[in-house]
């Protein structure tokens, strides 16, 4: 059966600081991945999407970068984080007409 | 892009009623329409999905309609119970990419 995994799950970072947030599937070939945030009480925001190895695009210009150096590797970074960039973060991956497996998600609180 | 509108954003029922939440679509090629229930502080999982060949799809007290001539789509919920207290996301996909866009959500509360 197919697993996601998401790491870290809450984050306390100073502004100013780097991000780097993962995420891994297992028990699957070629997902989709996807990077969404979430803000407090506030639906989902799709920030990146990746069909493929080194494959990336963005949702919406911003303060982040992702990418996918493996098959079932997402990466979400930032090199200078903003009180903006607070948030749930959640990994989610999904075959070709099929809905989201999210990953348990980061909090994120940048101070 | 494509735009999901979802209505009610909040809903609170008595335990034992039905709740109704619905959304629209505007992407006609739209073809698969799954449900979300996110619980406080927790990951959305999907509940239910229906494609567009069929109208109706049912699973124990959860249910999904589907009108594809007016492009809404609804979740009901019969029975309510206060586990079932949650934010509930639709999502509609952008026809030619396994992409989706999400309402806005709505939050149910069932009162004991």
């Known amino acids: 059966s197919q697993t996601i995994h998401q790491w870290p799950a809450t984050l306390v970072q100073p502004v100013g600081s780097p991000l780097s947030l993962e995420c891994t599937v297992e028990?699957?070939?070629?997902?989709?991945l996807y990077w969404y945030r979430q803000a407090a009480g506030r639906g989902l925001q799709l920030l990146f999407y990746s069909v493929g190895i080194g494959q990336i695009s963005s949702e919406v210009p911003q303060n982040l970068s992702a990418s996918r150096p493996q098959d079932r590797q997402f990466i979400l970074s930032s090199k200078k984080l903003l009180l903006s960039d607070s948030g749930f973060y959640l990994c989610?991956?999904?075959?070709?007409?099929?809905?989201?497996?999210f990953g348990s998600g980061t909090r994120l609180t940048v101070v | 892009g494509e735009n999901v509108e979802q209505h009610p954003s909040t809903l609170s029922v008595q335990e034992g009623d039905s709740a109704v939440i619905k959304c629209t679509y505007s992407?006609?090629?739209?073809?698969?329409f799954p449900w979300y229930k996110q619980e406080l502080g927790k990951r959305p999982q999907l509940i239910i999905d229906i494609r567009s060949n069929v109208g109706e799809k049912k699973d124990q007290r959860i249910a999904v309609t589907l009108n594809k001539t007016a492009k809404h789509f609804s979740l009901h919920i019969t029975e309510t119970q206060p586990e079932d207290s949650a934010v509930y996301f639709c999502a509609a996909p952008k026809y030619n990419f396994n992409k989706f866009y999400f309402g806005s959500g709505t939050k149910l509360n069932v009162k004991p």
């Open positions: 028990g699957t070939s070629n997902p989709n």
């Open positions: 989610a991956w999904s075959q070709v007409n099929y809905g989201y497996t």
């Open positions: 992407d006609s090629a739209s073809n698969y």
